[in-house]
């Protein structure tokens, strides 16, 4: 166990002043060229629908520059490229055809993002709906296929086999088997996509500037889709950027859709994503479903691991892609020394937003349903749960260990982490706590998981997806270049820079010590920059700051380039000392041998500025040193299909307890430990803090998030009221243990950490709660709904007059109420009838017209939450009979959503001669209007009704609306 000196290990973060005091500088705090225009993008407000568009409104309005359709993004773009060989065209903007609920349709460029906000409300676009396929499941049974191009919506089936698996299930004592579903989720960066591009028409290039955090093997997405080479695309990313834990990856499409918006409109474009755009159409984690069998003999060995994976990935395989599937290939046995393996990987396509780099990217799927098993198998043979995931491990004097499915694993003392957590995190006082809790009638739990934690991801990994002939078509892919500067200037300083994309993660703190350790400096005197610009800095297409890669291979490559260039110095210093280079030394801002006078280190460090002929023969000038190093451990898929997927794996035990209250269902986490290894820590606070954050991610997917969808594909949870996710208040301080078994691999002997507990701690709280409940847990997650349901009575029938909700195809809403006014029934009959009294009365109206008799069409602006459309409403109404009752039914459609149903509404006399107005209704919403979620449309709907009813009060002479206001006349409105 190796221990760093304290000075070293949480030094304050260099980064902080400026980011605590508001002057870090993000994408929308860039200054913008002078003739900058702004970006905005119409979005499906459909699953699945083919299209038509009129664009005539948007562009005659004033300080509209450009609207762009996908025709004319085809005209001078080729569609994205796709991870697997498919004769699918994954286009940035839709066709003729949407797939997804906020897909792009159409572009406008305008002199103001506001006045570009309202071209959109101008464009008219007609769907004509086609069957929304959502689920997996029946996705695979094709009744509706998304790309007739390519015939079926499994669009990979791959199977693997590795060892002997059959014959360890033929032997086995046991056949333990779970089938789980993992749901889709996402992380919320505090900010959103944000871009500048301009097009220069005499270089025939594009300069972006973008908080894009790589992989830079993007770039070569992004230039071949805008039909430039390499060098007609400079991508850069800006200083600081607000968080990103994958998601960022996902804005390449935009920079595709900006760069051509540059182009038509002659000018820079700035597009920055608002928050609806993220939830609904950014990227989001894969859903799979998997079923897991283990072959296990009488002690609980497991001898054997059988995985049938169905992964969804929405409506495109949009690049990387399927690699959410393939990055823990190698890591399918997870902490356990099991030698005999089968998979099956399959993906689909669903109308869903497309699927990318979510934090833990592959592991909390691949997590959730192997602790889960482990649990299982437990319970199954009556055994200790933590007896069993210990018999497994992989024993630590087996390091370096090759798994089945060949990852090869650096270093690790399994064994070790469970005595910590034993010891030293009293796992004995948790037991204990659990036991007297359920002496009292309490539901607790506790619950374990280990998981290896894979970094350093090698770039030829996804290509696991193709058959070894596929891929000795394509030659062979691997390895994970990391590129790091070191520069010294005239006056002797140093500037570091990496080829890297931080979002806060501290980086810059961290390369100044471990430069400034090499070269004798304090960590002060060294200055980094991590912002990434590909015309002019060195990069690769493993650039970039993902799969936890920046401490062992960013840093560890910043350690390399400063010691070469100290030894550049040493052999300039070493005839002025009067020894040999091995001898000098370099400490305390100062060069020096023994026995010698020291020399300054700015000094030294200026000569090759000043002084360059005075370098001794055979001495390197001492100017700048640029080191590429990619490591020897990350090979290409073998003709077996084996692959070392990742570089490092660390290692954490989790354990936790909790309890599920009774009445309600919640879950609370009263204890949770967790113990690292991360090999060589480089800060201990930084460190301290991604686990921090994994785990508060963690509890997120474990417990409140999910990105829904209902049967007919439309996005319910568009805003934080309905996309739940945890503040502080609902993430209990974790307790970290540390353990350090250094990496062989890397050149500072550090591993990953920031992804860990994405991966363990969904497992180790739905283990748990199993304790607790003594029931399976097959999903998360874990609302108190879900947890109730296990043991406490269904649900009490719906109270009289509460209407279930309306069919798939849109967010459901019902309702019912009543007004009472002065007037007669009568004249409230007139009025309703009346078009030009209805243009006074609807809100948000422009006007009303007349079709026919008992067919009307308005024209509203409404605005529910953070959407505010215009649209066309239609209403006809049957079952007449004047003047008591009438029918109403029809829908809406406008940029932001559509929307129908059906109303009654019956008038009836009041005693002092007036009318009591009583009404009921169902309607269903879709596209932007139903992501923002039931709460905020129940809300919105109480306004608009009231503001209706009040209005028709004064309009007929006055009258009240009772407290039974609860919804809304869709009539008028439905968006």
Request: aromatic share 6%; net charge negative; with cysteine.
């Amino acid at each position: 166990m190796t221990v760093r000196p304290d000075t070293f290990r949480s030094p304050e973060r260099v980064e902080d002043a400026a980011l605590l005091t508001g002057r870090a500088q993000f994408v929308d705090d860039l200054p913008e060229p002078g003739n900058c225009l702004h970006l905005a993008i119409l979005r499906a407000g459909e699953a699945h629908a083919k299209i038509t568009l009129d664009i005539a409104a948007a562009q005659a309005l004033p300080g509209v520059v450009a609207v762009l359709t996908g025709a004319d993004v085809a005209a001078l773009t080729k569609p994205l490229m796709v991870g697997v060989r498919l004769p699918m065209e994954c286009w940035p903007i839709a066709q003729d055809r949407v797939r997804y609920v906020g897909e792009p349709v159409a572009l406008v460029v305008a002199r103001t993002r506001y006045i570009a906000e309202d071209a959109l409300a101008l464009i008219d676009v007609v769907y004509e709906k086609l069957p929304a396929v959502v689920a997996p499941r029946d996705a695979l049974a094709g009744e509706t296929v998304l790309h007739e191009s390519v015939g079926s919506n499994l669009v990979s089936d791959r199977s693997y086999r590795y060892g002997d698996p059959e014959a360890a299930f033929e032997e086995a004592a046991h056949r333990v088997e779970i089938s789980v579903a993992y749901p889709r989720n996402a992380v919320t960066p505090i900010e959103c996509y944000g871009l500048i591009a301009a097009y220069d028409p005499f270089e025939e290039a594009y300069d972006v500037t973008a908080n894009f955090q790589g992989p830079f093997s993007i770039h070569s997405v992004i230039s071949r889709a805008l039909k430039v080479p390499g060098n007609r695309l400079r991508l850069r990313t800006p200083p600081s950027s607000g968080g990103s834990y994958g998601v960022k990856q996902g804005i390449f499409p935009y920079i595709v859709l900006a760069s051509v918006a540059a182009r038509v409109a002659g000018a820079p474009v700035k597009w920055v994503e608002d928050r609806l755009e993220h939830l609904t159409a950014s990227v989001s984690a894969t859903n799979r479903e998997t079923t897991l069998a283990a072959a296990v003999d009488a002690e609980g060995r497991v001898t054997a691991l059988d995985w049938d994976q169905l992964e969804d990935v929405g409506a495109y395989i949009r690049a990387p892609e399927p690699a959410t599937l393939y990055r823990m290939h190698g890591n399918m046995c997870g902490a356990y020394d099991i030698q005999n393996l089968s998979i099956r990987n399959r993906v689909v396509v669903t109308n869903k937003t497309p699927t990318g780099l979510v934090r833990g990217f592959g592991g909390p799927q691949v997590y959730f349903a192997l602790e889960r098993l482990m649990r299982k198998i437990a319970e199954t043979l009556g055994l200790d749960p933590l007896d069993v995931i210990e018999r497994n491990l992989i024993p630590a004097e087996a390091f370096p260990y090759r798994t089945a499915s060949g990852a090869l694993y650096d270093s690790g003392d399994y064994q070790k982490a469970l005595e910590i957590g034993r010891t030293d995190a009293r796992l004995a006082e948790l037991l204990e706590r659990r036991d007297a809790a359920r002496a009292e009638g309490r539901l607790y739990g506790v619950g374990y998981a280990v998981a290896v934690e894979p970094s350093v991801s090698n770039m030829g990994y996804v290509s696991t997806v193709l058959t070894k002939e596929e891929r000795a078509k394509s030659g062979p892919k691997n390895g994970a270049q990391a590129t790091a500067t070191v520069a010294l200037d005239p006056l002797g300083s140093v500037s570091v820079h990496v080829a890297s994309a931080p979002q806060g993660q501290g980086h810059r703190t961290v390369l100044a010590g471990v430069v400034g350790e090499v070269l004798g400096l304090p960590a002060e005197a060294v200055q980094v920059r991590t912002d990434l610009d590909t015309g002019k800095d060195a990069w690769s297409i493993a650039s970039g700051n993902y799969s936890s890669r920046f401490a062992a291979a960013v840093a560890g490559t910043g350690k390399l380039a400063a010691t070469r260039m100290r030894d550049r110095l040493a052999a300039i210093a070493a005839p002025m000392l009067g020894v040999t280079p091995e001898e000098v030394q370099f400490e305390g801002g100062m060069v020096t041998a023994e026995g010698a006078k020291p020399i300054p280190f700015a000094r030294l460090a200026a000569t090759s500025h000043w002084a360059p002929g005075t370098v001794p023969e055979g001495a390197e000038q001492a100017l700048r040193e640029t080191v590429y190093w990619t490591p020897p451990q990350l090979e290409a898929p073998d003709e077996a299909d084996r692959v070392n997927s990742s570089l490092c794996h660390g290692f954490i035990f989790d354990f936790c307890g909790v309890e599920i209250d009774k009445l309600t269902g919640a879950l609370r986490i009263d204890r949770y430990v967790t113990v690292h290894d991360c090999g060589r820590i480089l800060h201990q606070g930084m460190v301290d803090g991604q686990i921090r954050g994994g785990y508060a991610n963690a509890i997120g997917a474990a417990l409140y998030e999910e990105y829904a969808y209902d049967a007919g594909g439309a996005f319910l949870t568009g805003t934080f009221a309905d996309y739940l996710v945890p503040t502080a208040t609902e993430v209990p301080a974790p307790e970290i243990h540390h353990l350090e078994t250094p990496s062989p691999f890397t050149p500072l002997g550090a591993k990953g950490v920031g992804e860990g507990n994405c991966m363990s701690t969904p497992a180790c709280l739905a283990n748990a709660a199993s304790d607790a409940l003594g029931a399976e847990i097959l999903t998360l997650p874990m609302t108190p709904a879900r947890l109730r349901a296990h043991f406490a009575e269904e649900e009490p029938a719906a109270p009289e007059g509460v209407k279930p909700a309306a069919a798939p195809g849109g967010r459901g809403l019902t309702g019912s109420g009543e007004v009472e006014i002065s007037a007669p029934r009568q004249t409230v009959w007139d009025t309703l009838l009346d078009p030009e009294t209805l243009e006074r009365i609807v809100p948000g109206c422009h006007g009303v017209k007349k079709v026919t008799d008992t067919h009307f069409r308005a024209d509203v602006t409404l605005g529910v939450g953070p959407v505010k459309g215009r649209y066309t409403v239609d209403v006809k109404l049957t079952d007449l009979v004047e003047p008591e009752s009438a029918t109403l039914s029809g829908g809406a459609r406008g940029a932001l959503g559509s929307g129908e149903g059906a109303g009654r509404v019956v008038l009836e006399e009041t005693p002092e001669g007036g009318t009591r107005m009583r009404y009921d209704y169902e309607a269903q919403v879709g596209g932007k209007v139903a992501a923002v979620g039931g709460r905020m449309l129940d809300g919105a709907a109480k306004v608009v009704i009231g503001q209706f009813f009040r209005a028709l009060a004064a309009q007929t002479g006055g009258g009240t609306a009772k407290s039974g206001l609860l919804d809304r006349l869709m009539f008028w409105r439905r968006s």
